[in-house]
């Protein structure tokens, strides 16, 4: 080999390694970046605001998309078991997400548009058969969460039944400080247009499904999509399907015909897991006050969300106002956290800092009762009443 030939070898070389290294660190400098707070932790709050946070429940959050292994304490994102462990948390909903359209925005995002998951499945190593299938992506990160249930020795504790919701709260009752998994879709896109793929989700342990993520599926319109329409006939069969295997359906980012669609046909409650109210910050995913008194009457559970296109603010004072302004429409009862966390957001807090949440709610006028009912009791009840 010539030193010329060798050089270019070398710089060759260096390269590929170079290549090799940023493609490693790509999904960890993409949360970085995506996921961010406001406010770095350690947080000092009240220990009554403490106390009222414990036994916490949060209805939405996305960690699971980024690659991280959850059992470790992170310095990038919004949660993990450590951090919600800290908190006092009981119960986090993990949401699986299989597909971004690229340039994603709250108004209009066509289902052709370049996918963000793809490249993140590309660049996180994915296995092969979830490249390209969004069933297959799901199931995957359902096989990651159930991965890490299993290493966590009974720390993180799958709750796919009502038995189960109830073993947690007797082992958190002798001291434990486990913390219930439950699993979510976000956006039917995963059955691909088969009814049958509902099954194959529930058996690897989803109970929680929304119709759409940001654009327009075979179920249904998304607030984000381009027709945004309501429920198609396969949706519609969808609902039933749902409300047969007890699997909660989830209207956020559902468009408006969809939440009345679904709202008109379901027999059993529904949640909207992470939105934000209309009278307080006016985007496209919010909810109207018609909307607030539906979903009252068909006996729903919302989740305030903490980002600032859902309440219009980047503190907790923000998030305590729709909260406010909720519990009037729709009464306390059917509240609920609704985080968010590692959707790609930023947050005013990580999960560390839910104790501000207890302080502002306090300042908007929420009894201590009101609070606890809004941080953990709601949800609670409402899970086991409607898990199988
Ligand atoms: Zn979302």
Redesign the pocket.
């Given at each position: 080999m010539s030193a010329a030939v060798r050089k270019i070898a070398v710089a060759l070389g260096t390269l590929l390694v170079l290549a090799a290294l940023a493609f490693a660190f790509l999904p960890a400098l993409l949360e970085a970046a995506l996921n961010r707070v406001g406010q770095r932790p350690p947080y000092a709050a009240q220990p009554w605001a403490r106390e009222l946070m414990k036994d916490s429940v949060d209805l939405?959050a996305?960690p699971l998309l980024w690659g991280r292994d959850l059992l470790q304490r992170s310095s990038r994102g919004q949660v993990d078991l450590p951090r919600l462990q800290e908190a006092g948390a009981a119960l986090q909903v993990f949401?699986a997400?299989t597909q971004a359209p690229s340039g994603m925005n709250v108004s209009r995002n066509k289902s052709d548009a370049a996918d963000l998951v793809t490249a993140l499945a590309l660049v996180s190593r994915w296995p092969r058969g979830a490249w390209k299938s969004r069933r297959e992506r799901a199931l995957y990160l359902a096989q990651r969460l159930r991965e890490m249930e299993e290493r966590s020795n009974g720390q993180l504790f799958p709750i796919r039944s009502r038995a189960e919701l109830l073993a947690l709260f007797d082992q958190r009752g002798k001291g434990s400080h486990a913390v219930g998994a439950l699993l979510a879709l976000?956006g039917s896109q995963a059955l691909e247009g088969d009814l049958a793929a509902v099954d194959a989700l529930y058996d690897a342990g989803f109970r929680m499904m929304?119709p759409t993520?940001?654009t327009d599926t075979e179920v249904s319109g998304s607030a984000h999509g381009v027709a945004k329409g309501g429920l198609t006939p396969l949706g519609r069969r969808w609902l039933r399907k749902l409300e047969e295997k007890k699997i909660m359906v989830d209207l956020?980012?559902a468009s408006p015909q969809t939440v009345a669609d679904v709202l008109a046909l379901a027999t059993r409650p529904v949640v909207v897991?992470?939105t934000g109210v209309k009278a307080t910050c006016d985007s496209p995913?919010n909810l109207s006050d018609a909307q607030l008194a539906a979903l009252k009457k068909n006996g729903a559970l919302v989740g305030i969300?903490y980002f600032s296109s859902a309440i219009c603010g980047t503190d907790a004072r923000a998030i305590a106002r729709a909260m406010r302004y909720a519990a009037d429409v729709l009464g306390v009862k059917h509240l609920a956290l609704g985080s968010?966390f590692d959707?790609a957001v930023q947050t005013p807090f990580d999960v560390t800092g839910l104790p501000l949440l207890a302080e502002a709610l306090r300042a908007e006028g929420f009894s201590d009762p009101d609070i606890r009912a809004i941080a953990s009791r709601n949800a609670l009840r409402f899970f086991a009443a409607q898990l199988p």
């Open positions: 939405h996305d949401g997400v976000e929304a993520h940001f956020a980012h897991s992470h995913r969300s968010d959707g």
